[in-house]
């Protein structure tokens, strides 16, 4: 890869991972209801997801989507009702204060699989990623350096932005008043009930 086709292919992931998605909603809602750790959490399980993607795109493994067709489904029904649980129980939970340093681990975890699964669920993606590599790599051509050089394209720009939409919904919660941010808690569990019913019902 050369210096033009990194800088070319960092702005347009910058681009992408900015347009408003199921994923930017998952990283907002975490980081808005149990602060900015939760939305960074949320960004590694998508930023994973979307790695995996990609490996099966530059190497020429798409078949390897297909013949696990199966497993897939599968992964997107359980996405989708793990989103749905975490949905409900933020629903029942009461509004309260939560620092960091009082955050459990499986919460964090949980955060996690979150933007995982919702990454994982989307198996389009990698007839996404084959579509869009070629415009900036010759994937005939690709070497194990060039395929560094892409993962850490995709860690710094859609990491990058995710963790700015998190930073941007943690420090909207810390300024609002336990009312608003108790609606606010209401309307997050509302978007992750509404995501977990999308992953299962979209084609």
Do not use: C
Not at 161 to 167: C, G, H, L, P, T
């Amino acid at each position: 890869m050369t210096i033009t086709n990194i800088i070319a292919l960092f702005g347009a992931m910058i681009v992408l991972a900015s347009i408003p998605s199921v994923s930017v909603v998952a990283v907002s809602t975490r980081a808005a209801t149990l602060g900015f750790i939760h939305g960074i959490f949320t960004t590694i399980g998508i930023v994973l997801g979307d790695i995996f993607f990609i490996i099966l795109a530059i190497w020429g493994l798409s078949f390897l989507a297909e013949t696990m067709g199966n497993l897939f489904l599968l992964i997107k029904y359980l996405g989708g009702a793990y989103l749905i649980f975490l949905g409900m129980g933020l629903w029942k939970s009461r509004l309260q204060e939560i620092e960091q340093q009082e955050v459990k681990k499986y919460s964090l975890f949980s955060s996690f699989l979150t933007g995982f699964l919702i990454t994982l669920g989307d198996q389009k993606a990698t007839l996404f990623y084959l579509g869009f590599f070629p415009a900036f790599i010759d994937i005939n051509k690709i070497t194990f350096f060039d395929t560094i050089i892409v993962i850490a394209i995709t860690i710094l720009a859609v990491g990058g932005v995710k963790i700015s939409y998190a930073f941007i919904a943690n420090k909207a919660r810390l300024f609002v008043s336990n009312k608003v941010r108790e609606i606010i808690n209401i309307a997050a569990s509302i978007v992750l009930i509404s995501v977990g019913i999308f992953l299962i019902i979209k084609h």
